[in-house]
């Protein structure tokens, strides 16, 4: 019986994953001062954590692109988790961010999350291939 929903692609959600942690890291280390003054979240933080981002992404990829389906991209899904959960903590009280602070970790985490889902779900898929 063919399936009408279209599969999830692990390749394509890593390199989905890379690209966005390529983003957000060069957003934020060239956007630091201004996301700081903005957002009230210390500038080392974001400059860290987007310099941090960068050699993720290339890992990421390399993940994708040569592992996609091993077990090394359950590196990649507890990474985006231990994002998730010190985005978290960085709320519930590590930092003072403003309200659009607050915002901006909430929305970046949750956009992490998602893409963990998606990895997860994709990941899934390629086991019962």
């Known amino acids: 019986m063919p399936q009408d929903r ?14 966005t942690c390529l983003a957000m890291g060069g957003v934020l280390v060239a956007g630091t001062g201004f996301l700081a003054g903005l957002t009230d979240i210390p500038a080392p933080l974001l400059f860290y954590a987007g310099l941090a981002l960068l050699p993720l992404a290339g890992v990421i990829a390399a993940i994708g692109r040569w592992m996609a389906g091993s077990p090394a991209v359950w590196l990649v899904i507890l990474g985006n988790v231990g994002w998730v959960l010190g985005s978290l903590a960085l709320v519930a009280g590590v930092i ?26 994709a990941f899934r898929t390629v086991g019962r291939a």
């Open 6 to 19: 279209p599969t999830l692609s692990l390749r394509r959600v890593l390199y989905l994953d890379a690209a």
């Open 96 to 121: 003072s961010p403003n309200l659009l602070g607050v915002a901006f970790i909430l929305s970046q985490a949750a956009a992490v999350c998602l893409l963990t889902w998606l990895e997860l779900a």
